[in-house]
């Protein structure tokens, strides 16, 4: 009880801290310096409609690097202590029988959730979405797959090639921004095109591409990994 | 400093005044000890024949080379102090050799014949000696604290550490002897003179009922002989010390006699009236009332 | 050039063509990850040659081919590339460490290595805020995976705390991110910078939450509980990377954000620092998992960084190479310490005795311990002495004693740890096997402290000075250990000779100097030549104890405070190790240790107030002290007195001396000690004298001294043990010169000279002595000895001399000694002091008298009736010291002239003067050489005498005595030895109640059980760990800008 | 208009938070947990911030629950 | 609206760490931490805010005139990233869990105190 006060006055202190954020933030009328030149020249520099995008995949590129590599990271991880070794299964263990609804309708809706995410990634730097949110629905056709057949083993080593030629590829266009363009991660290899088309914003729709498929993957993989990992002490 | 050969001969009949002074003195005490307890007592020239006797013996016994040569350390602890010390006042001849070294020398010089009596008496394997040696030791280690208060005194009273100076300093007369000039450092010192002669109730050391006769117990013959001259003169040289220090000196060899017989005379004087003190007994003892004197006798000067 | 950028390019490039390959290829990926490490070491390398060879500009590079702040720029500079090589290079070895490890777990365990490495390579790099919290993320999440390595309970606990921490953490830094961004309106480090959102009352709370959570992620006292137990649970390879490269990755970008609030804020880094490094440190005091234990001693480490940085205004341009040195030798020594925890395996620091099988390793450990706590030759060592030197200039002393305090408590553990290795015995030691790729890491990382160690040198203010020489003679020493003990003695014996020449010129003409150079080296020689009597090869016994020379000599020659210390430091060093040989000295080694550091902080202290009262960094700086000049001088008094062994700090020199081997005995004996003496004899000379402060420390450092001598000479006669009762005895004969140089006249250096140089030649002598006696005897305890007269008769006439000397008794020298004090004491006046003084001097004659009777005297007994004389190579020196005694004892002139004249100028008054042989003063005289001839002439005489009176003495039998009637057959019973002083004992025993014993051992209780009391904050719940994080937000916000 | 949403909303996520937090049942409090990021991502939809709200659900309310239901699952299983 | 919204995330935050810090299920703890991450991107969004414009999504607007009608789009980018980072620590999260539980049978977090002092 004497702990629980003491967390409350905590967490008091930590509301306090809050409050002077609250008091210290006064909302915006404008753009802030950093906002108004992406508002300005992303357009022409990048040439993606979705501004968003075009901090992510470009001007921050950085940052998705680091962030598709923690999600690397993750999967590697998780797959290394949840070590899923095929000779610790018992080949005759007790499947759970999924439902014949599930698993025809498995069949029918994966492909169109995956062509769903391809296009959430492809469209990314035009419409709200992109490589990520592409890949989480992508994961999830994935994750439906598994549902139907709880035994579904050979996505693994396809999920990881996938994953691991997204990865080179996206770090290999990063290092042609640097001799092509103007540094690691420049997305104008190609042409910027026109705004708000398809093939536009130069390598932004291929980054996005390779992203997407990679966070599919490696969301894929966590979940596969989770899904299959053994319940035995060890 | 004076190395002629004439010089030494006056020494050497310095020397033997003060050991034949030196056994009439133990002969005498004995007397008088022995009358007090109703004894005759022995003839007054009972010294000069055991040391015939001692020195004639025909069997020597040697337990090895340190128990050989540990009495003449402590003969030469005797005659060390005698050479040394300044024995009548104004008078060359009988200033020995007191120009190598002051009183400092004197007093680490008491030393050496006690270390050399400890070694040879060791070597004897006699665990008597050791016994005697460790209570020795530690009841000197004592008794040095208040002689060295009052040493030290005195030393601020006159200024210097020459025997010779602090002598000269008390021609003045009777009451410029420093008895009364410095009472503090006299009674400290007279008191420290107890232990260091060794009699009751300061005699554990050779503590005739228990343990033979302390340190010696081994020796016999010759080297007897010679610890028994040295108990002659230093019991002469250490009560002229005391003389020098504290008694306005000797302008003659009379007068020596004189004040060395009753500083002598006051530690026996004392032994008969007072029991043998425990070991520890007389460390306290030795570190209670002297001490304080002794502190005292600072204290005036500061 | 390779652009830095590739290193992220590579690695990620290597990551994940590595999980495409990794199923079927794992030798591949294992080589394509060592690759990779190897590139990125190679990258920031050449960076780092291009910043250290040219002067070359920063490099800025822009992601994206936009400008900051709309895209992300990373920085090569100087310290980038610096700091990237670091992390590179321990990444690189580490994974050559855990090469098997990784190959065992996957592929996946591999890619997540040099992810990590990777991220902490941008982390540094990265001039952006956003940017720095997404890859502090990849580092963060790679630690919780690598942590598994190890897969056992205790790595899946200490992962998820880690977890939970870190999670708190960056929501905090994720909030500060985006309000510094709402505020600057850029997230790029040096807009924010520039913004200056410290100044503003609103924009504060920004700066607050990104140092807080910068600070948080250094692992701050108390809130850590979740990185100590990291470092407990993981892999120690892992441990070495968290500490070493992750650590300085976090260290450089509080460094990044340094001036992101302003001033005041480093005061409130620099207290955090230092609550973390004294905290920190002292729960390290009772801990016994070697993996924790390095775990607080790195939070401790950083804790003091981040304090160093907090101090950076106060540093100024001082702030690089200070950090520099501490942060290597850190990175360096932990990375070291937690490789060797891997291959040790032990679970408690006892278990550490194994290191013993492999004196290789145990060299390497001993290096990397004295590389953290600041010896020399290890850059940390110059890293402390230019931060206590700048500190003390701005008058900073409480970050002065706070830095000190915490070292010490270092030293505390790490050199209990040390012993431990060195000497415990212990049963049941962990088999280890090494393999080479465990091997090599730790090598380089020590030759890499030794390295940047010399080559920081001439970057400190007088460092070009210091003299590598005889170190060079060390290493050389080091080199040809594997050699038998007669090749390497003669060696060592040949270095100090040939120094002597070396340094004789140097000197001539600075007597003192002279003196003691000469004690120093001829007293090497002499002790050394001892050492040809034993066998075998005695490893690393002569780089030690030529390591104690170097520094002895160093002393001698020093003209600058900083070398003074670092010769100071080395010989402490060497002379540890020395002591520490012996079989039973490990507790003792440890107390010598401790009030070794202690004393050298007091000393560093003392010298940084020099320093900063002028500015000057020679010797002579100590006489002209103006900043609180009374402490300065109380601190350097006390620091020397550590190694004088005065009363109070005495208490680790019976147990070092008494359980040092035979010929170690009298080194540290004889030798050693001196060099406190000549430390004191330095400072007095130098001091204001006439300053009310200096008087009064004269004063109290005088009755130290009588003090000191009583209690020595009293505990020294109640001994049994025979070293122990010399080594007693050189604590009062300290005393006794403490005593008489602090009487700070002509007659009271004198008579301190005179102690110092006798006490040189027979403690030599008798240690020496003494020693081979109890080798050969395989005995300390006196009673069990006796009558080696008979055995040993050239070792009794040694030690009969030797006991004249330390008696005092007329003609030989130590009379000198005794003549000059009651000269001195007379003429100072300090007559109680005096009495006391001589009161000890009588005492000695207890111990002397024990000590020579119970081994020479008394009874033979019947085990040793076959003993031969010791060894004629522990004779031929003692007896070469017995003619100096003897010489000095007959001319004492001869030397006592010219000494006098020496110190004539520093003292108002010539006090003694000469006739010749005779020696005056205004109390009374002494002729050395007379007495000598008129003792000399008598003896013979008398000698003559008792011989032609007895020619024919028969020699009887040993139980040929008159024991009451019976005749004893059983030495032992007849041997009176045991306890001889009873009766002393039970009158004056109570003068020497080990006060200060006790006193010492409720200190260290004291520190021990608030250590343990400390400590249960870290109960092991995460909850509560996560509840410190919070805690430390709030009370650190409360108290920033809560207006409290 | 939107004031009275972002209140319905911010009210209805801070319910959904608590029972997310002191529900017994884990399976609710996950629900719950999800139902958060489902009231978040209409708030980034409130705040102009559609690739965020698109994110928010797909991965926050969407992935990241199935990832507690599976953990649970195995959690479950384990116990059984 | 924003400062109703900003409050909301403070709130969730808040909320979040009250979670984290007061239960005792690891499962429940981990749900702390999602709420407390959502809670401060709510607020990081917030601060990206501006007024009573619009998505930065340039199909009806057009480039020149975007600065004007569009909020910012780089806070949104971040939120994206942090989303995404979330996920994973989550994720390892709940990993850990699993192992723990596999452990020590419990998922009570009083349970895991075997490193202490």
């Known amino acids: 009880m004497i702990k629980k006060i003491l967390i409350i006055g905590l967490l008091a202190g930590v509301g306090l801290i809050f409050f002077d954020l609250f008091n210290a933030y006064q909302g915006s009328e404008v753009l802030g310096k950093t906002g108004r030149y992406y508002a300005e020249n992303g357009a022409d520099e990048v040439g993606a409609a979705n501004l968003v995008t075009a901090v992510i995949v470009t001007y921050r590129g950085l940052d998705t690097l680091g962030e598709v590599t923690i999600l690397f990271l993750t999967a590697a991880i998780i797959s290394f202590v949840l070590k899923f070794r095929r000779e610790d299964f018992i080949p005759n263990r007790p499947v759970r029988i999924t439902s014949e609804l599930l698993d025809s309708a498995s069949q029918v809706i994966v492909p169109v959730i995956f062509m769903v995410g391809i296009y959430i990634f492809i ?42 030629i997204s990865g080179i590829a996206f770090v290999l266009i990063g290092i042609m921004g640097i001799f092509l363009a103007g540094g690691f991660l420049d997305n104008r290899l190609l042409g910027l095109g026109n705004l708000g088309e398809l093939f536009s914003a130069g390598v932004i729709p291929i980054i996005y591409t390779f992203i997407g498929l990679k966070v599919g993957a490696e969301l894929s993989n966590i979940l596969g990994t989770i899904s299959h990992a053994q319940n035995e002490k060890n | 400093m004076d190395y002629s050969i004439t010089k030494f001969l006056w020494t050497l009949l310095g020397l033997f005044i003060v050991l034949n002074w030196g056994m009439l003195m133990s002969s005498t005490m004995r007397r008088i000890g022995a009358r007090v307890a109703g004894r005759y007592g022995i003839p007054w020239y009972q010294p000069w024949i055991d040391l015939v006797k001692l020195y004639s013996l025909r069997t020597h016994l040697t337990h090895g080379t340190m128990f050989y040569i540990g009495p003449v350390f402590r003969l030469m602890g005797g005659v060390g102090i005698f050479l040394f010390l300044p024995m009548v006042y104004g008078n060359p001849h009988w200033s020995n050799y007191s120009f190598s070294g002051d009183l400092v020398l004197i007093l680490y010089f008491q030393f050496f014949g006690m270390l050399g009596m400890a070694l040879g008496a060791g070597e004897g394997g006699q665990p008597f000696s050791a016994i005697g040696i460790s209570r020795g030791l530690s009841q000197f280690a004592t008794i040095e604290v208040p002689m060295t208060l009052a040493v030290i005194s005195i030393a601020i009273q006159y200024q210097t550490l020459s025997i010779s100076d602090i002598v000269a300093a008390q021609q003045g007369g009777f009451m410029t002897w420093t008895l009364w000039t410095n009472p503090l450092a006299t009674g400290a010192a007279m008191l420290s003179l107890l232990g260091a002669f060794g009699h009751s109730p300061f005699n554990l050391v050779k503590a005739p009922n228990e343990i033979p006769i302390g340190p010696p117990t081994e020796y016999h013959g010759t080297f007897l002989g010679v610890l028994r001259t040295n108990g002659a003169i230093l019991h002469v040289a250490e009560a002229a010390l005391f003389m020098n220090l504290f008694f306005g000196g000797a302008g003659s060899w009379f007068e020596l006699i004189i004040k060395t017989f009753l500083i002598y005379f006051w530690s026996v004087f004392v032994g008969t009236v007072f029991p043998r003190f425990r070991i520890e007994q007389s460390v306290r003892w030795f570190l209670k009332v002297p001490t304080i004197l002794g502190i005292l006798a600072i204290i005036i000067f500061l | 050039m390779v652009g830095p950028i590739y290193i992220i390019a590579v690695a990620l490039g290597i990551a994940f063509i590595m999980g495409l390959f990794g199923k079927s290829l794992k030798n591949f990926t294992g080589w394509a990850m060592l690759a990779g490490l190897g590139f990125m070491t190679y990258v920031s390398g050449q960076w780092l040659l291009e910043f250290l060879n040219n002067n070359r500009a920063v490099e800025t590079i822009y992601t994206a081919g936009f400008k900051p702040p709309y895209s992300i720029n990373l920085q090569m500079g100087s310290y980038e590339a610096l700091l990237t090589f670091l992390i590179n290079v321990v990444g690189l070895l580490g994974g050559i460490y855990l090469y098997k490890d990784l190959k065992k777990t996957g592929t996946n365990a591999m890619v997540v290595f040099l992810v990590f490495i990777m991220s902490l390579n941008v982390v540094v790099m990265t001039r952006d805020m956003f940017n720095l919290f997404v890859f502090l993320e990849v580092g963060s999440i790679a630690t919780a995976g690598l942590i598994l390595l190890d897969k056992n309970g205790n790595a899946l606990q200490a992962g998820m705390k880690y977890l939970i921490a870190t999670g708190i953490i960056a929501g905090i830094l994720l909030i500060g991110t985006i309000f510094a961004y709402y505020f600057a309106g850029s997230l790029n480090i040096d807009d924010i910078l520039a913004a200056n959102l410290g100044a503003a009352k609103a924009t504060v709370i920004a700066v607050f939450l990104i140092y807080v959570s910068i600070l948080l992620e250094l692992k701050p006292f108390p809130a850590n509980g979740w990185g100590i137990d990291v470092y407990t649970a993981a892999n120690p390879g892992i441990g070495a990377l968290v500490s070493a490269a992750s650590a300085t990755a976090m260290f450089y970008v509080l460094y990044k954000l340094l001036p992101l609030g302003g001033a005041e804020w480093l005061n409130y880094i620099a207290v955090i620092g230092g609550i973390t490094f004294v905290g920190s440190n002292l729960m390290g005091t009772k801990q016994n998992n070697p993996n924790r234990l390095l775990g607080y001693s790195s939070i401790g480490q950083i804790g003091l960084l981040t304090m160093i940085l907090g101090l950076s205004d106060i540093l100024g341009e001082k702030l690089v190479f200070v950090a520099f040195g501490i942060l290597i030798s850190h990175y360096a020594a932990k990375a070291g310490l937690f490789w060797l925890s891997g291959i040790i395996k032990a679970k408690d620091i006892k278990g550490w005795a194994a290191l013993r099988k492999s004196p290789f390793l145990l060299f390497l450990f001993g290096t990397f311990v004295f590389a953290l706590i600041g010896f020399p030759p290890f850059p940390s060592f110059f890293g ?163 390591m104690m020379f170097a520094g002895l000599i160093g002393i001698i020659e020093a003209s600058t405070l900083l070398e003074f210390f670092f010769s100071w430091e080395l010989m402490t060093a060497g002379s540890y190790f020395l002591i520490i040989r012996g079989k039973r000295s490990m507790p003792h080694g440890y107390s010598y240790m401790l009030f070794s550091i202690a004393g050298a902080y007091a000393i560093l202290f003392g010298f940084g107030l020099a320093f900063a009262s002028g500015f000057d960094t020679s010797l002579a700086a100590l006489g002209s002290i103006s900043l609180l000049p009374t402490l300065a001088y109380t601190l350097l008094a006390v620091g020397f007195m550590t190694k004088t062994a005065s009363l109070g700090l005495h208490i680790w020199l019976p147990g070092a001396h008494g359980e040092a081997e035979s010929d170690v005995s009298p080194m540290v004996s004889a030798i050693l000690l001196k060099a406190g003496v000549f430390g004191l004899m330095i400072l007095f000379l130098y001091m204001d004298r006439a300053s009310t402060g200096a008087t009064n420390l004269l004063y109290v450092l005088g009755w130290v001294g009588a003090l000191t001598t009583l209690m020595g000479n009293m505990s020294a006669a109640f001994q049994e043990d025979a070293k122990r009762l010399l080594a007693y005895s050189s604590v009062a004969q300290l005393g006794y010169i403490l005593f008489a140089i602090s009487i700070m006249t002509q007659l009271g250096w004198l008579a301190g000279f005179t102690y110092t140089i006798n006490h040189f030649m027979f403690k030599a002598v008798l240690f020496l002595v003494i020693g081979g006696i109890v080798v050969k005897l395989g005995t300390h305890n006196m009673y069990e000895m006796g009558g080696m007269i008979k055995k040993m008769p050239f070792s009794f006439v040694a030690v009969l001399i030797s006991i004249i000397v330390i008696g005092g008794i007329p003609p030989l020298s130590g009379f000198a000694g005794k003549w000059l004090f009651y000269n001195a004491i007379l003429e100072k006046g300090w007559y109680f002091q005096g009495a006391i003084i001589f009161f000890a001097g009588i005492i000695a004659f207890l111990y002397l008298y024990k000590l020579i009777h119970s081994v020479f005297l008394g009874q033979l007994k019947d085990n040793h009736r076959n003993m031969k004389e010791i060894s004629a190579w522990i004779l031929i020196p003692s007896y070469v010291m017995i003619i100096g005694i003897m010489i000095f004892s007959a001319f004492p002139q001869y030397i006592l002239k010219p000494i006098g004249n020496m110190i004539a100028p520093y003292f108002s008054s010539e006090a003694l003067s000469w006739e010749g042989t005779k020696a005056l003063t205004s109390f009374g005289y002494w002729d050395g050489t007379t007495v000598m001839i008129v003792v000399g002439t008598a003896f013979v005489l008398l000698l003559g005498w008792l011989v032609a009176l007895s020619s024919k003495a028969k020699k009887i039998e040993q139980f040929n005595i008159v024991f009451a009637a019976e005749r004893p057959h059983r030495p032992e019973t007849t041997h009176v030895s045991y306890n001889i002083y009873a009766g002393y004992q039970k009158a004056l025993g109570f003068l020497i109640t080990p006060f200060v014993t006790a006193f010492w051992d409720a200190m260290s209780n004291l520190v021990l059980e608030v250590a343990n009391w400390l400590r249960r904050i870290y109960s092991g719940s995460m909850q509560n760990y996560a509840l410190h994080v919070v805690l430390f937000i709030v009370v650190f916000y409360l108290i920033a800008l809560g207006g409290l | 208009m939107f004031i009275a949403i972002a209140i319905v909303i911010g009210v209805a996520s801070l319910i959904s938070g608590f029972i997310a937090i002191h529900h017994e049942k884990l399976s609710v409090a996950i629900i719950a947990s999800g139902m958060v990021s489902l009231f978040a991502s209409v708030i980034f939809l409130l705040l102009a911030a559609p690739d965020v709200a698109m994110t928010e659900a797909s991965i926050g309310s969407g992935l990241t629950t199935l990832i507690f239901f599976y953990v649970l699952n195995k959690i479950r299983q384990r116990n059984d | 609206m924003e400062y109703i919204i900003i409050s909301t995330g403070f709130a969730l935050a808040l909320l979040g760490l009250w979670g984290i810090l007061s239960q005792k299920n690891l499962i429940k703890i981990i749900l702390g931490f999602t709420i407390f991450n959502t809670g401060i991107n709510i607020v990081m969004v917030s601060i990206g805010y501006v007024r009573g414009k619009a998505a930065p999504i340039l199909d009806v607007i057009k480039p020149s005139e975007a600065a004007d009608k569009i909020v910012d789009p780089l806070p949104q980018a971040l939120v994206l990233t942090a989303i995404v980072i979330g996920l994973g620590v989550t994720a390892l999260m709940l990993v850990y869990a699993l192992n723990l539980h596999r452990e020590k049978n419990s998922l009570d977090i009083n349970s895991f105190k075997d490193l202490k002092w």
């Open chain 1, 123 to 164: 469209n990314g730097h035009l419409t709200p979405g992109g490589g990520f949110q592409g890949g989480a629905v992508i994961a999830s056709g994935v994750l439906l797959m598994i549902m139907a057949n709880p035994n579904f083993g050979i996505s693994h080593k396809v999920i990881a090639k996938v994953e691991s």
């Open chain 3, 384 to 546: 402390k002495w230019e931060l206590i030197m700048t500190l003390a200039t701005g008058g900073h002393w409480a970050w002065m004693t706070v830095i000190l305090v915490g070292s010490f408590i270092e030293g505390i553990y790490l050199f209990r740890w040390l012993g431990y290795a060195i000497k415990l015995d212990h049963e049941e030691l962990p088999d280890f096997k090494i393999e080479w790729n465990k091997f090599f890491p730790v090598w380089v990382m020590a030759i890499v402290l030794y390295a940047v160690g010399v080559y920081v040198t001439p970057m400190v203010e007088g460092g070009s000075f210091i003299n590598y020489i005889p170190l060079m003679f060390v290493l050389f020493l080091f080199a040809i250990d594997f050699l038998p003990v007669y090749i390497k003695n003669t060696v060592s014996i040949g270095g100090i000779i040939w120094y002597m020449f070396h340094i004789y010129p140097v000197l001539e003409g600075d007597l003192l100097r002279l003196i003691f150079a000469g004690i120093f080296l001829i007293g090497g020689v002499l002790t050394l030549m001892a050492g040809y009597s034993k066998k075998g090869t005695r490893k690393g016994f002569y780089p030690m104890a030529m």
